[in-house]
């Protein structure tokens, strides 16, 4: 997992890679001068890091008093250096109720966050391999209502399937599979939790952005594509998208 910190002796974020393949901004103070300025010095550093770089803005590391987070500020700032806010990722309320104000996904708690690893220093006993838990299966989620600008809809552990149009501006995201039976004009993220064997499958492929397990194309990529404007299957394969005709 890549990691660049600020090397300021008062730092104010760091940039983590994350399962996702999306990079996560952490911040550790509400402190927007600083960010700006710590930002503009890491893209002098390295600026093909810096371009349209897909941002979850992690917010959870904040202390309790810092103070209400300007997020449409925060954005700006990280916009100007070239990161791109996909959603935060937040446990205090003032922050969560800003990013629902502005249509901005307000992510699960993740277990691809670092996690501390202890040096083995002596052979631990074979232990017999646990039964894997099985998996929670949830059941698809159908939206027969077609999807409005600025609405968002969320299919947890499982598939999302809308039988209607999805208008610019709207987001659908899933853990699992996204299915779109109508023109999708909008924003489509399946495998958001990581699941690399997500498909998005789109009768009329005309969104503003398609993404699986962090992986992402927006419209300028997509209208060059022959395939827009068709019916589409989009899968991954390594870090690639691929669209072939259904």
């Given at each position: 997992?890549?990691?660049?910190?600020?090397?300021?002796?008062?730092?104010?974020?760091?940039?983590?890679?994350?399962?996702?393949?999306?990079?996560?901004?952490?911040?550790?103070?509400?402190?927007?001068?600083?960010?700006?300025?710590?930002?503009?010095?890491?893209?002098?550093?390295?600026?093909?890091?810096?371009?349209?770089?897909?941002?979850?803005?992690?917010?959870?590391?904040?202390?309790?008093?810092?103070?209400?987070?300007d997020l449409p500020g925060l954005m700006r700032v990280c916009r100007q250096h070239g990161l791109?806010?996909?959603?935060?990722?937040?446990?205090?309320?003032?922050?969560?109720?800003?990013?629902?104000?502005?249509?901005?996904?307000?992510?699960?708690?993740?277990?691809?966050?670092?996690?501390?690893?202890?040096?083995?220093?002596?052979?631990a006993p074979k232990k017999i391999p646990e039964k894997p838990p099985e998996p929670v299966i949830r059941p698809t989620r159908v939206i027969t209502a077609p999807v409005r600008g600025g609405q968002q809809i969320y299919a947890q552990g499982g598939d999302l399937v809308v039988i209607a149009a999805v208008s610019p501006g709207a987001e659908l995201l899933a853990d699992g599979n996204i299915h779109v039976y109508g023109p999708m004009r909008g924003r489509a993220l399946a495998g958001i939790k990581g699941d690399t064997t997500a498909r998005i499958f789109c009768q009329q492929m005309v969104a503003e952005l398609i993404s699986i397990a962090g992986q992402y194309k927006v419209s300028e990529d997509l209208r060059r594509d022959p395939a827009w404007g068709s019916g589409v299957q989009i899968s991954l394969t390594g870090d690639v998208l691929n669209i072939t005709r259904l």
């Open positions: 997992m890549s990691q660049i910190e600020s090397q300021d002796q008062d730092p104010v974020f760091q940039l983590k890679g994350s399962m996702l393949a999306i990079t996560v901004l952490e911040l550790a103070r509400n402190n927007l001068d600083a960010l700006d300025r710590q930002l503009a010095a890491k893209v002098v550093q390295a600026p093909n890091f810096f371009s349209n770089t897909p941002l979850v803005l992690a917010l959870d590391k904040l202390p309790a008093d810092d103070g209400a987070v791109r806010t996909l959603a935060i990722r937040a446990n205090r309320i003032e922050d969560i109720a800003a990013a629902i104000a502005i249509d901005l996904p307000v992510l699960p708690p993740s277990g691809a966050r670092e996690r501390p690893v202890d040096p083995v220093e002596t052979e």
